[in-house]
């Protein structure tokens, strides 16, 4: 079963689970893992794995409306090389300042695969969660979509300096700090947006119509050769850990005064079904 299926087989044991992070007296937390066969291309540098990885962690709180406090990961490689060691932690440290939190250690392990594990803390006293949409609300999400899946076609084209850069993604923490007092539920789109939008319609038994121009991102646009190709690099591949929330409609302009990056509205939140443009949106993205 994949990681969905494993999730709904757990659903009785952790009755709790289901959001971004976890919830613990005004805390929230977050683990990830990532392995170099599924999440770090060749030409990936160790730099790139410490920031993404550590990122990928961050987004989850960025999605509860939570400020970062801190991150760990646990590093496992068949070897321990000085100098890869030491990028990757400079990418964890980075990222992590950039959103106001500290990068304060972890864990070393001998592993056939380089595989990092991270976690990370946030602190929000009311967070937001997934299934707080009702019909009438906003659509929206921060940035732009597609960015990873343009990395990866970069990566495979040996254009490695670019796609780095591409997989260096801001955590949208601030982003999301700045939605708490709008927003009515949200998520990160790591999964992709169509899959986002179908998780929360089953989080808040609701719905959503979605319209274009989606907010693409200018890489996919540079190398995807058809809308068709476009529309699944943009809307299904995921991995843009952007955040797509719900809010009242009447917030939608002071929300977008708030938030330190773009926010475009999408659509609106109706009683049942996932629609683009009129059409069944189908719920498919990154599977685990």
Do not use: K
């Not at 990370?120 to 937001?128: F, L, N, R, V, Y």
């Not at 591949?237 to 330190?260: H, I, K, Q």
Request: aromatic share 6%; net charge negative.
């Amino acid at each position: 079963m994949d990681e969905r299926a494993a999730l709904a087989d757990l659903a009785d044991r952790l009755p709790d689970a289901g959001d971004d992070c976890a919830v613990v007296d005004g805390q929230v937390i977050t683990t990830d893992m990532l392995h170099e066969r599924t999440d770090f291309p060749a030409g990936t540098t160790r730099y790139t794995a410490g920031w993404r990885a550590v990122a990928a962690s961050l987004s989850d709180v960025a999605a509860m409306g939570a400020a970062a406090t801190a991150a760990v990961a646990a590093y496992g490689a068949p070897s321990f090389e000085a100098g890869e060691l030491a990028a990757f932690v400079d990418g964890a440290q980075d990222v992590c300042h950039a959103v106001g939190a500290e990068y304060v250690g972890g864990d070393l392990d001998n592993h056939d695969e380089f595989t990092v594990a991270t976690t990370a803390i946030g602190a929000a006293a009311d967070p937001i969660r997934r299934s707080g949409a009702s019909p009438g609300d906003a659509v929206c999400v921060t940035g732009t979509l597609g960015r990873s899946a343009a990395a990866l076609e970069l990566f495979d084209r040996g254009d490695t300096d670019r796609a780095n850069e591409l997989f260096q993604f801001d955590p949208r923490v601030r982003a999301g700090v700045a939605l708490r007092p709008h927003a009515t539920a949200m998520m990160d789109s790591s999964d992709g947006l169509a899959r986002s939008l179908h998780q929360l319609a089953e989080a808040s038994g609701c719905g959503f119509a979605v319209e274009e121009p989606l907010p693409i991102d200018a890489q996919v646009d540079a190398l995807a050769e058809t809308e068709q190709e476009r529309r699944e690099l943009g809307v299904f591949f995921g991995e843009d850990f952007e955040l797509v929330c719900t809010l009242p409609e009447s917030d939608v302009p002071e929300a977008r005064d708030a938030v330190p990056c773009p926010l475009q509205r999408i659509g609106t939140v109706t009683e049942r079904g996932v629609t683009l443009d009129g059409e069944t949106l189908p719920d498919r993205g990154y599977s685990h």
